[in-house]
């Protein structure tokens, strides 16, 4: 049968969509939900982990850390030791607590990191691998220097319903001191930093200082070297509560970089509008002004990137 002049035009129109559309999907990838097919290989390290083992050559004593995974590849991983002494210098306080945070991806058993942003300055933009082997609700990560053994954190059998948008990785983007009028005072910078909220009720924050840190000159920094480093830095783990009332949510610190804030807690007020976090700290006064610092963050993994399973 030959193909009528209206017909020819609609088939001339349809290649064009579909042109067009391959061409948008090219230029413009799809959103971070849409890429979970694509890291399938990270779903055995997806999670909340409790470090519960770690060897250095010999045993580490007393190790604690966390280790957060989701699924579209975002990681945060912090590793200290319990009962850290408050009287540690600059750089023993640096040698007993590492964190980082960037992107996994999985091959075969290993694992491949990307570092975003480390408390070490010459390890940011740094990648390094790993072997994996997955057992139940453990998981062992090891390469030439380390093994480490974590264990799975169970998500919340009934996740609140208002907690469910606060779950995931935020990257901060500004902050400052704000006035009453909503003038921004003292704006802040920062190297690339997280925080992470996640459906087990655990979190984690890596607030690298402002950019122009440099490399230590060895392997190990010096007091100074490490609290140049460190200065200006924000990093714990521990756990979260939200209370959607009042929209604040409560940190409980189980452990800092800095060990004189273990056990510690605190509040901050939140907002969240579409792929934006807001954190409202409580009020303070700058040159006699009643001032809140605000710290704005957009997201980069949400619920379902967090906990693949989940389903309300």
Known sequence: MRATPVRLKADATRAMVIAICSLLAVRFPAPA?????????????????????????????????????????????????????????????????QAFWGTAAVE??????????????????QRFTRSFERTASQLILTNAATRATWQRIPELEALPEYQEPVVGFWQWTAAGLYSTAGVNLQPA?????????????????????????????GPAPTPDEARGAWQGSVSYYGTYIVQPKS????????????????GG??????????????????????????????????????VRDMWPDFRR
Not at 189 to 206: K, N
């Open 247 to 262: 929209r604040t949510m409560f940190h409980y610190q189980l452990a800092a970089a800095n060990p004189a804030a273990v």
């Open 265 to 302: 807690s605190f509040v901050r007020n939140f907002e969240i509008n579409g792929t934006q976090l807001k954190l409202i700290f409580p009020p303070t006064q700058l040159n006699g002004q009643q001032v809140r610092n605000t710290l704005t963050l957009k997201r980069l993994a949400d």
């Open 33 to 97: 939900g849409a890429q979970r097919a694509a890291t399938a290989g990270l779903q055995p390290l997806v999670g909340t982990w409790q470090l519960s083992a770690l060897e250095r050559g010999a045993r580490v004593a007393n190790p604690v850390g966390m280790l957060i995974q989701a699924a579209n590849g975002y990681v945060v991983e912090i590793v200290s030791q319990a009962a850290r002494p408050a009287t540690l210098d600059a750089a023993e306080q640096f040698m007993t607590y």
């Open 108 to 125: 075969g058993s290993t694992v491949s990191y990307h570092i975003a942003g480390d408390l070490d300055p010459g390890q940011t933009d």
């Open 189 to 217: 910078s920062r190297d690339a930093s997280v925080i992470v909220y996640t459906p087990t009720g655990h979190m984690a924050v890596l607030y690298l200082p402002p950019p122009g840190r440099k490399p230590f000159a």
